[in-house]
Nanobody, 127 residues
Framework: QVQLVESGGGLVQAGGSLRLSCAAA????????MAWFRQAPGKERDFVAA???????????DYTDSVKGRFTISRDNAKNTVYLQMNSLEPEDTAVYYC?????????????????WGQGTQVTVSS
């Protein structure tokens, strides 16, 4: 069992920044692909970014097109934590952001491949 707890959401004006954190507890964090998804009201849960550690200082990252150049995903395996730095926020980024862990695949952008989920943190961007 893996427990994930997100923090760092809030209300910010367009153009502002937020940093989300996701603390993991329970099993071997460094082996998991970690990702952020988001869900706006009335919409499906969408992939935002993912990160996989392949050893040493090598990480693989993936981003959905709409956040490339604005968001950065990172992880600190020593702290069992994954981060999402969000810059140049837009009202369209408003959603509940979820942290997720995948134990079965090295990389995935599909929500159904992720085994564990946090409770979500609200991000609201005002125009």
């Amino acid at each position: 069992q893996v427990q994930l707890v997100e923090s760092g959401g809030g209300l910010v004006q367009a153009g502002g920044s937020l940093r989300l954190s996701c603390a993991a507890a329970g099993r071997t964090f460094s082996n998991y692909a970690m990702a952020w998804f988001r869900q706006a009201p009335g919409k499906e849960r969408d992939f935002v970014a993912a990160i996989t550690w392949s050893g040493g200082n090598t990480y693989y990252t993936d981003y959905t097109d709409s956040v490339k150049g604005r968001f950065t995903i990172s992880r600190d395996n020593a702290k069992n934590t994954v981060y999402l730095q969000m810059n140049s926020l837009e009202p369209e980024d408003t959603a509940v952001y979820y942290c997720a862990a995948c134990t079965r695949f090295l990389r995935s952008s599909r929500a159904r491949d992720y085994d564990y989920w946090g409770q979500g943190t609200q991000v609201t961007v005002s125009s």
